[in-house]
């Protein structure tokens, strides 16, 4: 079936997702014309600084910060280092404890134990089956020299998405700061760093239909950061470097679109999630659902499928069109089970056995259908070669 094969359902967007259309033509305009350097006093400067400005003050929007609140950055990981060790270095005279959890994004996880290699104490606070912080294990873990508090919003893994607003205001009232990553629910679940007590945010673009690249870390007014970059003194001296004007100007439109969108793409990330988890589990047996059933992210499916590998079921997908992940995709080339699924108490051999589809906007009832349709084909041939296989 020629025809069918060519046909590519992307079903990775908590990799990555595609430059929306509008976002690209945004975009060009500030590779040829508008080449401008922000920092610059003539006309072309200007003209490349208020694009800067328009764009910082639509991620302000979206997350209800003011705009002198937003630091733009080379992207989601920069945004957590910027996070930790800049809060971290700033407040170390008054102490050295941190507290996170089990199943943060490397960007996170690694950069708390580097800070624990430095001299830094760290909590790791570990997660219930579904994956979820339990806020009473925050505030038992906060000491008197507790600093800051790093949770994630929503696992870019298993999709459960975290009591930030409870975790917010347990850091609020023991005078600890708290950062959280919201890099998966930015422009999908409504945030208002008000309303849950967040003192940083990171987010970035590429995870929301803008180009890769480009981040902002939110930084509530009043918190000190120490900056990790030196130089020019851009970003109001916390992130030197002459700012990626085309890229920002595609974040900027790329959040305005998540703001005009964000309920239908809700809704339509919803329906596609649960038709495609609902139709894996009429059609596969021995599935485990990871993550938490209700309090998820719109577009995380995430099972482990027994007594095969997901590496072997990705490989055989992409033959048929289709581009998901798996727990170790992140981290490919070991064969290490992912840190967050064994953090639920899946054990290491089931964990192989994990899928993760993440559709998007794009996709449709019928590349779900497609997908289910495909799937079970896949796990009897592997199930019969496997020798794991229970036999009836
Ligand atoms: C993708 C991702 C990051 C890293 O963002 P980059 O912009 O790719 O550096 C951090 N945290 C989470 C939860 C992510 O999903």
């Known amino acids: 079936m020629p025809e069918e094969s060519k046909r ?22 500030y590779f040829k014309e508008q080449f401008g350097n922000p920092s610059s006093i003539h006309t072309v400067g200007r003209e490349a600084k208020g694009a800067l400005e328009d764009a910082r003050a639509q991620i302000a929007a979206l997350v209800g910060a003011h705009q002198a609140e937003i630091i733009f950055t080379s992207g989601g990981t920069e ?12 407040n170390e005279k008054k102490g050295k404890h941190i507290i996170t959890s089990a ?3 490397h960007a996170v996880l690694d950069t708390c134990e580097y800070l624990a290699k430095r001299g830094w104490e760290l909590t790791v606070l570990p997660v219930d089956r579904m994956g979820l912080v339990d806020p009473e294990d925050v505030r038992k873990a906060i000491r008197k020299d507790t600093v800051l508090i790093t949770i994630m919003h929503g696992n870019n893994e298993i999709g459960t998405i975290e009591p930030v607003e409870e975790i917010g205001r347990i850091a609020r009232e023991h005078g600890v700061y708290f950062h959280t990553d919201t890099v998966q629910t930015a422009g999908i679940v409504p945030i208002d760093v008000g309303k849950m007590n967040i003192d940083m945010l990171a987010i970035s673009a590429h995870k929301m239909y803008g180009p890769k690249g480009v981040g902002a870390l939110y930084v509530r007014s009043g918190v ?12 109001r001296k916390r992130r030197s470097g002459t700012e990626n004007i085309p890229g920002i100007v595609g974040f900027g439109k790329a959040v305005e679109l998540a703001i005009k969108e964000r309920e239908q793409r809700a809704e339509h990330l919803i329906s596609l999630r649960d038709r495609l988890i609902g139709g894996i589990f009429s059609t596969i047996d021995d599935v485990v659902l990871n993550g938490h059933p209700t309090q998820r992210l719109p577009n995380n499916a995430n099972v482990c499928i027994k007594y095969v590998e997901g590496e072997s079921m990705l490989l055989m997908l992409d033959m048929k069109g289709i581009a998901a992940s798996s727990g170790s995709a992140c981290t490919s080339g070991s064969l290490e089970p992912s840190h967050v699924l064994l953090a639920i108490g899946v054990t290491a051999e089931i964990a192989h056995g994990s899928l993760r589809f993440s559709p998007g906007r794009s996709n449709t009832v019928e590349d779900v259908d497609f997908v289910v349709e495909e799937l079970p084909k896949i796990v009897e041939r592997l199930r019969a070669m496997s020798p794991v296989t229970p036999r009836k």
């Not at 992307?10 to 305009?29: F, K, N, Q, R």
């Not at 945004?79 to 700033?90: P, R, S, V, Y």
């Not at 950061?225 to 851009?234: D, R």
């Open 224 to 235: 000190r950061i120490t900056p990790l970059i030196y130089g020019g003194g851009q970003e």
């Open 8 to 29: 590519l359902i992307y079903m990775d967007h908590a990799g990555t997702t595609p430059v929306h259309p509008e976002v690209l033509e945004a975009m060009l305009l």
């Open 79 to 90: 945004a957590d280092n910027m996070a930790i060790q800049g809060c971290a270095i700033a």
């Open 103 to 105: 199943i943060e994004h």
